[in-house]
């Protein structure tokens, strides 16, 4: 098959790998990781632009290198070539190898922050969480300046609030870094923050079976020409709406 994937560049590393390794031919697409900070529609609409762009008869499929990542997938049709996502709320399930696998790490791990090679490389001033883009990284000076005192002082703490959530750091390690760098500034991060840290294997067997046209219903879902791809609320995350 000839494949074309359209991936967060927060993936760069181990989206190659899985490239390099895939029995296909792959032509690859990386958009800015700033894409989370639109969310929501606004995001979903840069992504659908990149699907639309893709020719006509070119490829077999088009492969979504994301989760469901704060509803930033929802809504995406495709037009003339299936359209393939992982059942995976976000990148950091996608390092873990199984929605199952993140599933439980995230329970046991109340309040973690997770980094990875790609997160610091390239997602670093992004942040975990679905949020607006009406100042989330914005000083309170510019907040007030821009909404007023009052305005600007609730804003900050409403989205200053999930800093107090954090206890822990865990990096994730994919194999894929190339020397000590990545886990020093991890465990510089946790130290510098006060959280405890904690290096953790990842499992890049679920993003190898995406390149690898394995696509078991279980780990992904399928849009066929004129279907959507639409967040389903439930275990299964993602679904597909006629």
């Known amino acids: 098959?000839?494949?074309?994937?359209?991936?967060?560049?927060?993936?760069?590393r181990e989206m190659c790998a899985a490239c390099a390794h895939s029995p296909h031919q792959v032509d690859v697409e990386f958009l800015p990781k700033g894409l989370h900070d639109l969310g929501g529609k606004p995001m979903a609409a840069k992504i659908?632009?990149?699907?639309?762009r893709?020719?006509?008869?070119v490829y077999q499929a088009i492969l979504l290198g994301y989760g469901l990542c704060g509803n930033g997938l929802d809504g995406l049709i495709a037009?003339?070539?299936?359209?393939?996502?992982?059942?995976?709320?976000?990148?950091?399930?996608?390092?873990?190898?199984?929605?199952?696998?993140?599933?439980?790490?995230?329970?046991?791990?109340?309040?973690?922050?997770y980094r990875s090679t790609g997160w610091l490389e390239r997602g670093k001033g992004l942040q975990q969480l679905t949020h607006?883009?009406?100042g989330f990284d914005e000083s309170l000076e510019a907040l007030i300046l821009k909404y007023g005192d009052d305005n600007g002082r609730y804003l900050y703490e409403e989205m200053t609030?999930?800093?107090?959530?954090?206890?822990?750091?865990?990096?994730?390690?994919?194999?894929?870094?190339?020397?000590?760098?990545?886990?020093?500034?991890?465990?510089?991060?946790?130290?510098?923050?006060?959280?405890?840290?904690?290096?953790?294997?990842g499992n890049l067997a679920w993003l190898g079976r995406l390149l690898a046209g394995e696509w078991a219903e279980a780990e992904f879902?399928?849009?066929l020409p004129g279907q959507r791809i639409a967040a389903s609320y439930d275990t299964s995350i993602v679904k597909v709406q006629t």
């Open 1 to 12: 098959m000839r494949l074309k994937l359209i991936s967060c560049e927060v993936l760069f």
């Open 161 to 201: 609030r999930y800093r107090s959530q954090y206890r822990k750091l865990t990096f994730i390690e994919t194999g894929l870094e190339a020397d000590g760098k990545f886990i020093a500034e991890a465990s510089a991060e946790a130290e510098e923050k006060g959280w405890s840290f904690e290096r953790l294997p």
């Open 54 to 57: 893709t020719p006509e008869g």
């Open 79 to 113: 037009r003339h070539t299936p359209l393939v996502l992982p059942r995976a709320h976000d990148c950091i399930a996608l390092l873990m190898g199984s929605h199952a696998r993140y599933q439980a790490y995230f329970e046991d791990n109340p309040g973690t922050y």
């Open 48 to 52: 659908q632009d990149a699907v639309d």
């Open 132 to 134: 607006n883009t009406i």
């Open 221 to 223: 879902v399928v849009a």
